[in-house]
Structure formats: C-alpha cells, structure tokens
C-alpha cells in the first residue's frame, strides 16, 4: 500500500534498514550498503555477513582510526592541548616566511599588541618564540627555501 517505493526489491530487508541500525559505520547509497569507515560495499542481505564484516582485523582498524581522530579533534577544540613538536616547528616557520614575505620585521614578534594577537587569537600563536630565536632558528631556513 504505502511501501510502494521499494516494491520494485525482492528483498525484504533494505540497506537503508542496516543504515539505520548502524548509523555511525554503514551508510546506503544507491541501494547499494557502505561500510563507512571501510568505504567498501558490504554484503547485507544477509545479516551474517555484516556482521562478519564487524570482525574483520581492517574493519576493527578503521573503527579504531575514526575515534582516535574523533577525540584528536575534541580535544584539540576544547582544551589547549599539547602541542606537537612538528606543529609547533611548522608554526615558527610559516610566522617568519609570513613576516618575510610581508616585510614585517621579525622584532614585531615581540612587539606586545602583536604578542597579545597571536596568543589570544591564532591557533599555536603562543608557540612562536621571541625575536632573537626566531631570527636565530629560522631565518637561514627559510632564505634557503625561498631561494
Ligand atoms: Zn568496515
């Protein structure tokens, strides 16, 4: 009667139907049933398949890949997390290619408005030291990379 719009399936169950039951790992699409985090066709005619799929050692491995990043971008978001020591060196440089490239003199580092501006409102701002490490540390990398 109103079910009219998956008449056309021989199936009774739909890969909406699992989409449903597993809303955050499978997703449908063109009737057709996705393991999210795989990005693989799943089986779901049958029930065991799925679940079998559940099992897999890459299915468990992408599982645990996709909260690790879930709760990497919490805390990044919610706390002042620890930084890294690759982001906080990919700072530096981009702060004194940027003060370069707009030929703003690296002593503005230090300068307190500037200091107040980066802490207070750039992401990893509080990680650019001050003007003499900066000039130390970075300058001959970058004049090398610019070249
Ligand atoms: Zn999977």
């Known amino acids: 009667m109103c079910n009219s719009n998956v008449s056309h ?13 597993f809303p955050d790992v499978l997703h449908e699409s063109g009737g057709k049933l996705f393991c999210t985090p795989c990005n693989i066709v799943v089986e779901y005619k049958r029930k065991s ?3 079998k799929h559940f099992t897999t050692a890459k299915h468990i491995k ?11 971008q919490t805390t ?3 706390a002042v997390a620890p930084r890294s020591v690759a982001s906080t060196e990919r700072m530096k440089v981009s702060w004194v290619a940027t003060c370069t490239a ?8 230090d300068h307190p408005a500037m200091r107040r501006f980066l ?20 300058v001959g990398a970058v004049y090398e990379k610019e070249k």
């Open 62 to 72: 992408r599982m645990a890949e996709m909260s690790r990043l879930q709760t990497r």
């Open 9 to 21: 399936l021989p199936t009774k169950i739909a890969a909406k139907d699992h989409e449903k039951q």
């Open 102 to 109: 707009v030929n703003i003199p690296l002593s503005k580092s």
């Open 119 to 138: 802490k207070e409102k750039v992401i990893n701002g509080g990680a650019i030291p001050g003007f003499h490490q900066l000039q130390e540390m970075h």
């Open 49 to 51: 398949s799925i679940e």
């Open 76 to 78: 990044l978001t919610e």
